[in-house]
């Protein structure tokens, strides 16, 4: 293991591409203090706190800009998640009453529905916002179809994606959000570097953690993402 990371780095420093540490990979990280996260300003969010990767956040401005001139409004609900910060969430929902008697595979499947590991969420990376609303249905009609159409016609030429398409065309992992968009240009950088430097054994520290391998959650979750 520790060759194989040796060689990836050499040749990742030939290449001229950054490296990113496994903590930055698994989102054990601070963004208020890491110098390559800025805040995002208040007036582009639906609350205050929000952070993004530098480079990201300035590809936002720019899109956010343009989507302005035509009268739409981009407003960041989430940003950059810590570990600890997705662990709150998972356990959260992990102790809720509905699931009392589930097996814990069945469980964590259905925890799974939008909702990631800790250690696994793209949202660690500082790359992936989510936009306006978490429900699907506000982006079918008004205002909500408007954001979606300029994300789907624009977003792509600034680098911004929304990863988690239908799953009609076969892709595994979470189910459809319209929502959530990816800078391209760096989380797919960082997602080759976290199939090269995580494994599933990094996975851990959080209540049900232990049934992460049998899920298969960095094949089917982490990978799962639109071509």
């Not at 509905?98 to 499947?109: D, L, N």
Request: with cysteine.
């Amino acid at each position: 293991m520790l060759i194989r990371l040796l060689l990836l780095v050499a040749f990742l420093q030939v290449e001229g591409v950054k490296i990113y540490t496994e903590e930055e990979l698994l989102g054990k990280i601070n963004p208020t203090s890491h110098s390559d996260f800025s805040l995002v300003p208040s007036e582009f969010c639906s609350r205050s706190g929000i952070y993004l990767r530098s480079e990201v956040l300035d590809k936002f401005i720019v899109l956010r800009q343009l989507a302005e001139e035509e009268g739409i409004k981009l407003i960041i609900v989430s940003g950059t998640r810590s570990f600890n910060h997705q662990k709150d969430i998972w356990d959260r929902k992990w102790t809720k009453p509905k699931y009392m008697g589930w097996e814990k595979i069945e469980k964590a499947k259905d925890i799974l529905t939008y909702s990631s590991m800790p250690g696994t969420s793209r949202h660690h990376w500082g790359t992936d916002f989510d936009l306006n609303s978490l429900e699907n249905n506000y982006f079918d009609s008004g205002e909500g179809k408007k954001v979606y159409d300029f994300m789907e016609r624009c977003g792509g030429e600034h680098g911004f994606k929304q990863v988690y398409t239908s799953k009609d065309g076969g892709r595994t992992g979470y189910e459809e959000e319209k929502w959530h968009w990816s800078y391209m240009p760096v989380s797919s950088v960082m997602l080759n570097q976290y199939n090269e430097l995580v494994c599933i054994s990094d996975i851990r520290g959080f209540d049900g953690s232990e049934v992460a391998d049998s899920i298969n959650v960095i094949g089917v979750f982490v990978n799962g993402i639109a071509e």
